[in-house]
């Protein structure tokens, strides 16, 4: 497992952290962790390993293109009747259960939204399965470069593992 670090200051307090992982079967993923609260930093260290989800390639690539769009989101004005909206959810395979013959069951563990209404953009990540949102982490995108920083990150941690993603 390796720490993806990109530019990213190693002191840096974002709230997450970006590995790219090979599991037993030389499966490659990306491993996206929230930091611990008591050492926020942007260190292997500082992970929070039991709140990790991983990514394949094609969750990590869906995610650096919804980041992109955001980002295009986030530079336009809207008037005052206007709003543009932004969700990633994605369930790591064991948490997705059958319920019923027509009901699947399915608790997000990474969700990414953005939002752009009148009162000005914004953008968050929640990592974590619970449904209870006090075992959640949510890690707020106040600026258009932290949502740009996270987009960076993914992309070099997909370039990490073969992928192509979309230079913008």
Same mark, same amino acid.
């Given at each position: 497992?390796?720490?993806?670090?990109?530019?990213?200051?190693?002191?840096?307090?974002?709230?997450?952290?970006?590995?790219?992982?090979?599991?037993? /079967? %030389? $499966?490659?993923?990306?491993?996206? *962790?929230?930091?611990?609260? @008591?050492?926020?930093?942007?260190?292997? =260290?500082?992970?929070?390993?039991?709140?990790?989800?991983?990514?394949?390639?094609?969750?990590?690539?869906?995610?650096?293109?919804?980041?992109?769009?955001?980002?295009?989101?986030?530079?336009?004005?809207?008037?005052?009747?206007?709003?543009?909206?932004?969700?990633?959810?994605?369930?790591?395979?064991?948490?997705?259960?059958?319920? /019923? %013959? $027509?009901?699947?069951?399915?608790? *997000?563990?990474?969700?990414? @939204?953005?939002?752009?209404?009148?009162? =000005?953009?914004?953008?968050?990540?929640?990592?974590?399965?619970?449904?209870?949102?006090?075992?959640?982490?949510?890690?707020?995108?106040?600026?258009?470069?932290?949502?740009?920083?996270?987009?960076?990150?993914?992309?070099?941690?997909?370039?990490?593992?073969?992928?192509?993603?979309?230079?913008?």
């Amino acid at each position: 497992m390796e720490l993806v670090t990109g530019d990213v200051n190693p002191e840096s307090q974002i709230g997450y952290l970006i590995f790219t992982a090979t599991d037993n /079967s %030389q $499966n490659s993923y990306v491993l996206l *962790a929230p930091s611990e609260s @008591t050492d926020p930093d942007y260190t292997f =260290g500082s992970a929070n390993f039991g709140r990790a989800v991983p990514l394949q390639k094609a969750e990590v690539e869906e995610l650096t293109e919804g980041l992109r769009r955001t980002l295009k989101l986030w530079g336009e004005s809207n008037s005052s009747t206007e709003g543009s909206f932004y969700e990633f959810l994605h369930a790591p395979e064991q948490e997705i259960r059958r319920v /019923s %013959q $027509n009901v699947i069951q399915w608790q *997000a563990a990474v969700k990414f @939204t953005a939002s752009h209404t009148p009162e =000005g953009p914004s953008a968050r990540l929640l990592l974590g399965d619970s449904p209870n949102e006090s075992l959640q982490y949510v890690i707020e995108f106040d600026n258009r470069s932290d949502v740009s920083d996270f987009r960076d990150l993914l992309k070099s941690a997909s370039n990490q593992l073969g992928t192509t993603v979309d230079t913008d």
